[in-house]
């Protein structure tokens, strides 16, 4: 029996691993389309495109990008580790590659932060 | 040591409510003794089911504290919170009535999973020569020591959200059995545990695996059962 | 069709998608990080990509998978956590996937052409 918001079963790194896949996964898709269209803005022009990038040229949107960035290399990452579960030899649930997914969002949005700045 | 431990019970079926009891607390107490207890001298009605003692039946599971656990080898000094202790029966099942729960679905299942043995030999043939270095072997070997406890299905997500899938142990027994080079039914198992009630539902949470006495791992029997599910879709042979 | 046999091939599309999604995400990440720097203008960016066949290839191929791989996902999120029902939630995949193919694209073809 389990009561609804009763989480105590499931604190272990690997069910952490799993919420943040999915749920980087689901923010990737709502954000794609945005993304898309965007990007379609050039078939208008480059003006347009332009007026897209200096309209998002502000803190809020930049820290936005940068949350994407992350959601990115997490997902990624992730991603791997999960077709190394499924398709590799050996067993486990790679633990190690846990540490690495969230290592990997780290360096994403260190590097991403960096050129940001530069 | 607290001389008593406060423990919340679980009392009824699917509507119930915890009650409290003070239990004395012993050295080298497992749960299973603090249900014993309660049962013997504070609450006489009180339903549970175990057997053997010595984690081998698989009967005894329950969770403790949140968590899905064998109450029998799992000691009250490693798992009470403080000097309190939270009982209820396993979760994705049906309760009978307290820590009681109906376990016909968990089993039904390893039957629709195919987890019967298919053999073709009669007793007139020689026996199957399987080298235990094999692959195969040492794949069915990894799984094979899996009691039925339930600890596995209970901490499972995807148990929770799609009622119909087959499970971890179910599962896990199939997958055992796709390794074992003398079985016939490997076609029919194959297309009995693929697709969303089956293997390729199972979104690598890892719980089972987590949680399982045995040390089993539950989750890399699924990914082997999706691989070769999976192949055998594409090349049409499901 | 059985529905085994099509949710057995709908996983394996998946998982073949992702493998060629970590590949592409690399090298996108590579490339936001260096085109990122100093600012972005449109200028710049068409600058890089129009006419370059490379980068439509690549790009499209990106695409493709993700169309793939993102309905996938998004058909088990709604079915898990969103109480769908198997058939909403297979009409639900289809649409992402058509937004994602058409508007990709049309994105694609908008900086490359």
């Known amino acids: 029996m389990r009561r609804p918001g009763d989480f105590r079963a499931r604190q272990h790194p690997a069910y952490w691993a799993f919420l943040a896949h999915r749920l980087s996964g689901l923010g990737l898709a709502l954000f794609l389309p945005v993304h898309f269209w965007a990007l379609g803005q050039a078939l208008t022009g480059a003006d347009a495109l332009e007026d897209f990038l200096r309209a998002t040229d502000q803190p809020l949107f930049k820290f936005a990008e940068w949350g994407l960035v992350v959601l990115l290399g997490l997902h990624m990452m992730g991603g791997v580790r999960l077709l190394l579960i499924e398709f590799g030899s050996g067993t486990g649930l790679r633990k190690n590659w846990i540490a690495g997914t969230a290592g990997v969002g780290v360096v994403a949005g260190l590097a991403f932060a960096l050129a940001l700045a530069r | ?53 010595v984690g081998m039946c698989g009967s005894c599971a329950m969770t403790v504290n949140g968590r899905p656990r064998w109450t029998c080898r799992t000691h009250v000094a490693k798992v009470a919170d403080g000097d309190t202790l939270e009982i209820a029966p396993l979760a994705n099942l049906p309760v009978i009535k307290d820590l009681a729960t109906d376990m016909s679905e968990f089993f039904d299942k390893w039957a629709r999973a195919r987890g019967q043995f298919q053999g073709s030999a009669t007793r007139h043939e020689p026996f199957a020569t399987v080298s235990p270095e094999s692959a195969e072997r040492q794949a069915a070997n990894a799984g094979i020591e899996c009691i039925g406890c339930g600890v596995c299905y209970a901490s499972c997500d995807v148990v929770e959200w799609r009622p119909e899938f087959l499970g971890p142990a179910a599962l896990n027994r199939a997958w055992t059995l796709a390794n074992d080079v003398r079985d016939v039914a490997q076609r029919e198992r194959l297309r009995a545990v693929a697709g969303d009630v089956g293997c390729h539902a199972c979104h690598t949470q890892g719980s089972c695996t987590e949680r399982c006495p045995k040390q089993l791992q539950p989750t890399v029997s699924i990914a082997g059962l999706k691989r070769l599910a999976g192949r055998a879709a594409i090349r049409g042979k499901l | 069709m059985s529905d085994a046999v099509s949710e057995a091939r709908r996983w394996y599309a998946s998982r073949i998608s992702a493998m060629v999604l970590a590949v592409c995400v690399v090298v996108h990440l590579a490339t936001i990080i260096y085109a990122v720097q100093g600012g972005l203008t449109a200028g710049e960016i068409l600058g890089r990509t129009r006419g370059n066949l490379i980068f439509a290839g690549f790009y499209s191929v990106f695409v493709l998978a993700c169309a793939v791989h993102v309905p996938v996902g998004v058909e088990n999120i709604a079915r898990e956590w969103f109480r769908f029902g198997p058939r909403a939630a297979r009409a639900l995949a289809w649409a992402v996937a058509s937004v994602i193919l058409v508007m990709g694209l049309r994105a694609v073809y908008g900086v490359t052409a």
């Open chain 2, 1 to 53: 040591m607290d001389a008593l431990l406060k423990v919340r019970v679980w009392r009824g079926a699917r509507d119930g409510a915890f009650s409290l009891y003070d239990v004395p607390r012993q050295e080298s107490q497992t749960v299973l003794d603090v249900v014993t207890h309660i049962q013997r001298h504070l609450e006489p009605t009180l339903s549970y089911r175990y057997a053997c003692r």
